[in-house]
């Protein structure tokens, strides 16, 4: 069973930047991929980033390409989502999520493909 706590969420206004930390209670945490999602009221879940059991290989949504970075300490069991530039189009509530399943140390953008999720956290950005 793996425990995923978000952390980092809250009010900036345009333009400013937030990060958003998620740790794992598992020690396995460096064997499998990590995903940040989001859900704006009203709608659906959408893939924000994604990164590989070892940090090496990324992958991000369009809509935050250039402004959102994605890493892991996995000495800490924690993956990080740096934001900056935020827009008012990027309120939601985000979540962490890992795959454990065999095999998914590979990065995915469908959530479908993660096992385990965080409780999420809100990130209100202001005009």
């Known amino acids: 069973q793996v425990q995923l706590v978000e952390s980092g969420g809250g009010l900036v206004q345009a333009g400013g930047s937030l990060r958003l930390s998620c740790a794992a209670s598992?020690?396995?945490?460096?064997?499998?991929?990590m995903g940040w999602f989001r859900q704006a009221p009203g709608k659906e879940r959408e893939f924000v980033a994604t990164i590989s059991w070892s940090g090496g290989s990324t992958y991000y949504a369009d809509s935050v390409k250039g402004r959102f970075t994605i890493s892991r300490d996995n000495a800490k069991n924690t993956v990080y989502l740096q934001m900056n530039s935020l827009k008012p189009e990027d309120t939601a509530v985000y979540y962490c999520a890992a795959r454990t399943y065999p095999g998914g140390g590979t990065y995915s953008i469908r959530a479908s493909a993660y096992n385990y999720w965080g409780q999420g956290t809100q990130v209100t950005v202001s005009s």
């Open positions: 598992e020690r396995t945490f460096s064997s499998y991929a």
